[in-house]
């Protein structure tokens, strides 16, 4: 629509890609995306929720910032998360344990399709308020 035309290819196909993939990830995953494809996948995320929103004097666009923020806000917010927990413990961050929001999920007593839901929902929900954000 404003002519950012590299930004909706990336989004497909990496869309595209990740729809592919959603089936063999699923609960009871049989693929995993491991660490090199979630930090990809977020990379892109990131570039490409701001990559749309440079700021110039044309096209001011004061809150271009907060949109990535709330795109990757799940995943944001769980890094936080670990990191303050684990560091609180006296564990190093950067050795995984059970203590992700899905895991907290899980043991506040919902299945596993419940809590992948959930944190679906939570990340739409982020979305769709970046969008009304950009849009105004």
């Known amino acids: 629509m404003h002519g950012q035309y590299l930004v909706a290819l990336i989004s497909i196909a990496l869309g595209g890609a990740l729809l592919g993939f959603l089936p063999y990830n699923y609960p009871k995953a049989s693929s995993f995306l491991g660490d090199a494809g979630s930090h990809l996948v977020g990379f892109l995320l990131a570039v490409l929720a701001i990559l749309p929103h ?15 923020l709330l795109i990757l806000g799940v995943p944001l917010l769980d890094l936080v998360w670990v990191v303050i927990l684990r560091t609180r413990l006296g564990k190093p ?25 959930i944190l679906w929902v939570l990340g739409l929900a982020l979305g769709a308020l970046a969008f009304l954000i950009n849009r105004g």
């Open 93 to 117: 961050f950067w050795i995984g344990d059970n203590n992700h929001l899905s895991h907290q999920l899980n043991r506040r007593g919902f299945s596993r399709p419940v809590a992948v839901m």
């Open 54 to 68: 440079f700021y110039s004097d044309t096209n001011p666009r004061p809150l271009a910032v907060i949109s990535p």
